[in-house]
């Protein structure tokens, strides 16, 4: 499979690199032949492609993303994969809470991008992957903000893959469902008694695995998704269809 992608060698950004998606993430493009930088908030000192930054800053994302493209000598791929959520009723949020979780899941993501398709832009070819989710099509309770910017991150894949179409560079999203991850352990450790309700919701009767998200972004990042260009896969095991 890893022959058969072509990732070889190619030079890939991951922001959020340092979280359980993003850590596989960076796992599974090493694995497959890719040189691969790492930003994040704190992305540990193992990684000497690895750069700290506050991505809800436009300047400190902006100069990050050049950081690394110049540690890499360039760039193929970026993945954006940065997200927070806090559950609770529209009228119980905060506005500090609303900008937090504005600025950390879209501003971010616009800001890294807008750095990552000019790079792209000058090489005349690449691939962006951004991370959304269920929430962004389904109306979920207690998801107010989260949700609103998970629905815009599928909108700006739409924007971009139209405006870069024919610059060689194409933007999908992956939306994963309920996954093996911190975020969805940290709230079913404040609730456990929600394991077996939200697995009832998913068809396949159980949460996602971390390998079932890697496989189809490296997908997406490879060559034999050439002519797959603003999309929005839902890897959910079959939630988003009952």
Known sequence: MTGWLGLGGR???VAGGAGTIGSALVNGFRSAGAAVAVIDLDPGNANKLAFAADLRDPE???AAVGDAVEALDGLDVFVHCVGINNRKGIEDYSTQEWDD???INLSSAFHTAQAALGHMREQGHGRLIF???VAGRSGHKHHG???ATKGAINQLTHVIAHEYATAGITANAVAPGYMETALTEEYLAQHPDKREELVRL???QRFGRLQEVVDPVL???SDRAGFINGQVLYIDG????V
């Open 202 to 204: 998913i068809p396949a």
């Open 145 to 147: 903000p989260y949700a």
């Open 101 to 103: 979780i504005v600025g």
């Open 219 to 221: 997908f997406l990042a």
């Open 238 to 241: 079959g939630r988003t269809v």
């Open 60 to 62: 400190a994302a902006r």
């Open 131 to 133: 991370f959304s989710s």
């Open 11 to 13: 030079k890939v950004v």
